[in-house]
């Protein structure tokens, strides 16, 4: 029984050697089809925020920047997103409006993704770091064939294994 329990042991002690990564990412961000009411798109920030810093969950959410362009919000939601930086999490870009890359042309979904960085690239490097991730949720099977044309048109960028594009 307890040649047993110590051969148990040392399995368990040799798996958990084998390093392991998760990453945990939010997409539609900061807070989806929360377009008028302010005050729910922060509660709801607050909300995730705190729960991942109790946990001690490293995040990175990806934004569609639409969200944060609401008249007469506009300086507030872009406050939101800072908070996810000064709570130490990464962002990355989802595109402005979560267009398919599948249905639009290549320029019209470029167009897209330089819109949707234009907030979260400047806060990030206000705080000395670089726009390092593209996702976009609707890839689907093509998203090779998807990457390669959005590198001929200068956009450079590579699929991660995992889940989403990196800016190179
Ligand atoms: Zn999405």
């Known amino acids: 029984m307890i040649a047993a329990i110590a051969f148990g042991l040392a399995l368990l002690e040799a798996q958990s050697a084998a390093p392991r990564r998760v990453a945990i990412t939010i ?5 989806v089809n929360e377009m008028s009411d302010l005050g729910r798109f922060q509660r709801i920030t607050n909300g995730l925020i705190g729960s991942f ?3 001690k969950v490293p995040v990175t959410m990806f934004l569609n920047e639409r969200q944060l362009n609401v008249q007469g919000q506009r300086d507030a939601r872009a406050a939101v997103v800072e908070q996810w930086l000064n709570a130490g999490f990464e962002l990355g870009n989802h595109t402005y409006s979560h ?3 599948n249905k639009v ?3 019209q979904f470029l167009d897209d993704v330089v819109k949707g960085e234009v907030v979260t690239r400047a806060l990030l490097e206000q705080r000395g770091k670089q726009l ?7 890839a689907g099977t093509s998203r090779p064939t998807r990457t390669g044309r959005l590198q001929g048109h200068g956009h450079a960028l590579r699929v ?3 889940v989403a594009l990196r800016y190179d």
């Open 27 to 31: 997409d539609d961000g900061p807070v």
């Open 53 to 55: 810093q109790v946990e």
């Open 99 to 101: 267009p398919s890359p």
């Open 105 to 107: 042309s290549v320029s």
């Open 132 to 138: 390092v991730w593209l996702e976009s949720c609707t």
């Open 160 to 162: 991660d294994p995992a």
